[in-house]
Structures are given as C-alpha cells and as structure tokens.
C-alpha cells in the first residue's frame, strides 16, 4: 500500500506560480516512479509531468514543458512540482500518482499509476 497526500494548491492570477508537493508513505519511496495528473471539470485526467525512480528521467505534456519543473526528494519521501507563467486553461484538480511497475523511464498513461492522493485544486484566474 501507498498512501499519497499533495498539498499547496490554490487560487492565483495568471502569470503567477504555485508549488505542488506530495508526500507519499507506505512502500520504499525511491523503488517507484510519480506523477501529476490534473483533470479540469468536464474532461478526462491527464498527465501532466511523471519522474523516474531515482528522479534521472522526467516526462512533461506539451502544455506545460518549459513552465513546470518536476522533482522529487527520496530522502524525504516527497514529489514537487514547481508550476511557473500559470495560464487559465491550467486550473484543474492536481492528483499525485504512483507507479509500483515502471521501468527505467516515468510513464505517461492514466492505466500505469497504481495508487491516486485525494487531489489539491489549482484555480488561475485570467
């Protein structure tokens, strides 16, 4: 079992930057890969960034590539994401998500995550 919490969503105006953090508890944190998913209402979840094992590989959607970074800490048992120039269309629900099966490179489909936290909501305002 793994349990996931995030935190640091919020409200921002657009141009801004929040910080996402996930702390994760139950399993040996550096012998899985994460995630971020978000899912705005109406639409289907989505990948947003994912990160390998050891943190060496990183996976962005095209909509975010060169605004967020993400990292994770495996002394600390925790995955960020640093989300920069924030946009609109951005606002959604951020879900942090792990995946017990992976290989060498962080996987990008909803199906690979094993284990979801409960969410932290992100709101740009235009």
């Known amino acids: 079992q793994v349990q996931l919490v995030e935190s640091g969503g919020g409200l921002v105006q657009a141009g801004g930057s929040l910080r996402l953090s996930c702390a994760a508890s139950?399993?040996?944190?550096?012998?899985?890969?994460m995630g971020w998913f978000r899912q705005a209402p109406g639409k289907e979840r989505e990948i947003v960034a994912a990160?390998?094992?050891?943190?060496?590989?990183?996976y962005y959607a095209d909509s975010v590539r060169g605004r967020f970074t993400i990292s994770r800490d495996n002394a600390k048992n925790t995955v960020d994401m640093q989300m920069n120039s924030l946009k609109h269309e951005d606002t959604a629900a951020y879900y942090c998500?792990?995946?017990?099966?992976?290989?060498?490179?962080?996987?990008?489909?909803?199906?690979?995550?094993?284990?979801w936290g409960q969410g932290t909501q992100v709101t740009v305002s235009s």
């Open positions: 998500a792990a995946d017990l099966w992976g290989g060498f490179y962080p996987r990008s489909t909803y199906s690979a995550y094993d284990y």
């Open positions: 139950g399993r040996t944190f550096s012998s899985y890969a």
């Open positions: 990160i390998s094992r050891s943190g060496s590989r990183t």
